[in-house]
């Protein structure tokens, strides 16, 4: 069984992060007052995907190998090349 979230409107008014957070979890959320229902927020869905793991999908490639050369000195040596 699926319980929705509420929270107070002092909630919405000092603690907006926890409002916030429990929407990016795709929480609906029902605000109250005085104990009672007075609005409903529901989550925007999306309409592109999510992004996809890179950092999982590189321990697949290559798995835990250290690399000689960073990709923050690689950066760093583009970056002094231009200058």
Known sequence: MYHMKTVSVRDLRYDFKKVERLLSQGDEV??????KVI???TPVRS????L???LAR???NYGDKVFEVSGA???SADREDRF
Do not use: G, S, V
Request: a positive charge; proline letters at 14%; aromatic letters at 4%.
């Open 39 to 41: 609005a409903r927020l």
């Open 58 to 60: 590189m321990r697949a």
């Open 73 to 75: 000195d690689l950066i």
């Open 52 to 54: 996809p793991d890179f």
């Open 47 to 50: 309409e592109r995907p999510p």
């Open 30 to 35: 029902e605000i109250t007052k005085r104990r």
